[in-house]
């Protein structure tokens, strides 16, 4: 019995000392998530469910296409790096500069980017297509 205990000690560590740690990190994608809308003046029309594994894998879309991070009007930002909330840079309350307040964001990619697709399993329509109320 005490030489199955070794051998297990020692597959475990051997594992850890032949294949990479990862270390788990803002690039790692939350399958579902809801956007509730905090720190609005009002939030009449309730959070939006997501599904990055629906855009992802059964839509075809990749990370960079929602997230961003803009250096000289370019979109810099690549798989693997940070994910900040949409909140840190778009004010819920007001837009500043160039960076548009979080609903308008929001609706800007989200809404838009529904209409675009043309396709009848992307709502933009209606408030309640994507948001639910509470």
Excluded at 39 to 68: I, L, M, N, W
Excluded at 100 to 123: M, T, V, W
């Amino acid at each position: 019995m005490h030489e199955k205990k070794n051998w297990f000690l020692f597959a475990v560590v051997a594992a850890f000392l032949l294949f990479p740690v990862f270390e788990i990190s803002g690039s790692d994608m939350v399958e579902e998530m809801l956007i509730d809308n905090r720190g609005y003046k009002s939030d009449r029309k309730g959070p939006v469910p997501f599904s990055h594994q629906a855009h992802a894998e059964d839509y075809g879309f990749t990370c960079d296409e929602c997230h961003h991070v803009y250096k000289s009007g370019k979109n810099v930002w690549e798989e693997g790096d940070e994910v900040q909330k949409c909140s840190a840079c778009h004010d819920p309350v007001e837009s500043k500069g160039n960076t548009k307040k979080l609903q308008i964001a929001f609706h800007g990619n989200c809404r838009d980017c529904h209409k675009e697709s043309g396709s009848s399993d992307a709502p933009y329509k209606t408030c309640y297509g994507c948001h639910k109320k509470e």
